[in-house]
């Protein structure tokens, strides 16, 4: 087993994924060490290149967070969705300058037939620790993708914590998706894991899937 050794929040106080993360950041919590350093510079190298290499013109961001992540990006037109009213907040009042980006409350009825090129889940998906939002989130993630999804996350089953529930997820995505949509590449982390310095490295690598044509 894997041990998640990164800054924690105490397991009396997990309700759901949903409330952990709005209590986080009115708390005035960040989004973690993932979107922050090196391992969110690294992130942004490869999406940056990826965006660039593929003259993609549109993303969809599932899980934007507290908007750190995205400072370093660049994203020709962008859309971020969040399950945190306060993160939304937060990211709106960060980028209110900026007419490109955009941010919508994941339950947002009017968002969710929303398309973009490129669909994006970062540091998100082992997170999601009930079966059936992981589920509802997956669909969402690859029905919303006109080309490409990129997924930043661990890809093997554990439970580290109350809000850390490592799937998987790549066999779900070639039964539920499988004729849709392509592996296309996994670049593995620059850093990865070491349980001695959980704050700069990660257990999450890139997934990269290509719609078919």
Same mark, same amino acid.
């Given at each position: 087993?894997?041990?998640?050794?990164?800054?924690? %929040?105490?397991?009396?106080?997990?309700?759901?994924?949903?409330?952990? *993360?709005?209590?986080?950041?009115?708390?005035?919590?960040?989004?973690?060490?993932?979107?922050?350093?090196?391992?969110?510079?690294?992130?942004?190298?490869?999406?940056?290149?990826?965006?660039? +290499?593929?003259?993609?013109?549109?993303?969809?961001?599932?899980?934007?967070?507290?908007?750190?992540?995205?400072?370093?990006?660049?994203?020709?037109?962008?859309?971020?969705?969040?399950?945190? %009213?306060?993160?939304?907040?937060?990211?709106?009042?960060?980028?209110?300058?900026?007419?490109?980006?955009?941010?919508?409350?994941?339950?947002?009825?009017?968002?969710?037939?929303?398309?973009?090129?490129?669909?994006?889940?970062?540091?998100?998906?082992?997170?999601?620790?009930?079966?059936?939002?992981?589920?509802?989130?997956?669909?969402?993630?690859?029905?919303?993708?006109?080309?490409?999804?990129?997924?930043?996350?661990?890809?093997?089953?554990?439970?580290?914590?109350?809000?850390?529930?490592?799937?998987?997820?790549?066999? *779900?995505?070639?039964?539920?998706?499988?004729?849709?949509?392509?592996?296309?590449?996994?670049?593995? +982390?620059?850093?990865?894991?070491?349980? +001695?310095?959980?704050?700069?490295?990660?257990?999450?690598?890139?997934?990269?899937?290509?719609?078919?044509?």
């Amino acid at each position: 087993m894997k041990k998640f050794l990164g800054r924690n %929040r105490k397991a009396g106080a997990f309700k759901n994924s949903k409330s952990y *993360w709005e209590d986080r950041y009115r708390s005035k919590d960040n989004s973690g060490a993932g979107s922050y350093g090196r391992l969110a510079e690294f992130k942004a190298e490869i999406l940056n290149q990826f965006v660039a +290499n593929n003259g993609i013109k549109s993303v969809i961001e599932y899980g934007v967070g507290d908007g750190n992540q995205l400072s370093l990006a660049s994203y020709p037109s962008y859309i971020g969705f969040d399950v945190s %009213r306060t993160a939304l907040s937060l990211c709106k009042k960060r980028f209110k300058h900026d007419t490109e980006k955009h941010f919508y409350m994941m339950s947002d009825p009017a968002q969710r037939s929303t398309t973009a090129e490129l669909c994006l889940s970062l540091d998100v998906i082992y997170h999601l620790v009930e079966d059936e939002v992981f589920d509802s989130y997956m669909q969402r993630l690859f029905d919303t993708a006109t080309k490409y999804v990129i997924v930043y996350s661990s890809n093997y089953d554990d439970h580290f914590a109350p809000h850390v529930k490592s799937r998987k997820f790549t066999p *779900w995505v070639e039964k539920n998706r499988g004729n849709d949509f392509v592996l296309k590449e996994v670049v593995k +982390n620059k850093y990865p894991f070491d349980a +001695n310095d959980p704050d700069n490295t990660s257990m999450a690598d890139f997934y990269i899937y290509e719609r078919r044509k």
